[in-house]
């Protein structure tokens, strides 16, 4: 879906039932020859239908099912295993990196990707000899983590003997390199897996890392795939430095990005730089964008800790948001207002991204508009079908369509009207 093709919405969407299924000949004249009998909703076009397996199919149309259209084989092939690559010309010598596949993304065609970024080796005992002894063992143990996260994204992790040098790997040019392989490292002899979301996280010293990849936003590889979906930083006990000039550019520049932060509270090291960062979220340009948490953790310890927490709410990668709706037994409507929904605050983020520097502020203020009114149209018409809707769907339908402002940094009337309509709606049950 591009900004020069218009959402073709029709007047009312159909209140019920709320029915999908996979249509034969997958065209927008064949959705509209079918509806009479597969009663799509009058809300999809076809630039954002896509099928669901023939089993939901047949669940959601009370038996019925028609042909499905039959998916390319995965190209990921191994599950909840450690991989090992190395490059060379990242730093002296050869440098080592490990990527741990969970089981649950071993079958995605599209992949999250988390690149954790170690910090100062001798701190915390035992110190880790290979990039694999931080995703198998204390006190890190990140396989471990993901797992109990229930997370599908891909781990990719360097490790340094140089903690010092963590630095070159905030190189755009060095970090995508890295992403690239990794990912080729995973699809093995099949086709690589593309990236769905990229987030970029260290502890410690990885400070330098972050630090880096914030001076250089600006960079050309950081306006095309992979690095173009960086979508969140996290940083665990990394504020030795606070850099806030390049880190506010960035967040300005990005409005999708989220930069969250942990620091030990009571630290000599860290707190200063900790408490800097929080400022950054008083800036009205920022807001949201910045969490910064302080904690009373132990220091190596605090990866382990919080890192479930933080993938816990990160959807299937690989997969559009209808199919996870679909799993949690959600009604179809509402996942397909949230793939929608999705659609246009990345196509939003990416058009926003990809301006030049020198951009003229009216490319940008047409974007964001494009963007809202397409949100505000859809937030109108399902106003009137808050009543066939159950809490958690009501609930979900307003964090969808909240990631559209989120991404052009706008709250919107129609959609604020939106979401005293659904507390409304919540309340009166």
Known sequence: MSYDRELEYDDAIETAPFRVGPCSCGCTRCLRRERGSLEWPSLIREAEWTWLPASAAKRVLGGRSGPAPTPSPPPVSRSGQVLSFALEGIDSGRMRFAVYVPAKGASQRSVDVVVYVHGRPETCKPIAKDPEDLIKKAPFSLGSAFDKAGSDAVLVVPLLDDWTRSGVLGDPSKLERIIVEALKTIGGSGKPPSVNRLILSGHSGAYRFLDAVAKKFGATEMKRDPLAKI?????????????????KKWLKAW????????????SDKTSACGKAFGRLSLDPDIGRQVVVTPVDDDHCKMVAKRLPDLLGPLKPSGSNPEFEVEREQLGPVVARICAISAGIANQARYALRGLPGNGALWRAEAIRSRAAEQVNRLGRQLIPLLRHLRREEVDLLAVCLGRVEHAIGRETLPMRRFRAAARQRLYAR
């Not at 409005?255 to 009571?266: C, V």
Request: overall charge negative.
């Open 255 to 266: 409005k999708g990005l989220t930069l969250r932060l942990f620091y030990i509270g009571e």
């Open 231 to 247: 979508s969140e930083i996290w940083g665990f006990d990394t504020s030795y430095s606070c850099p806030s000039d390049d880190w």
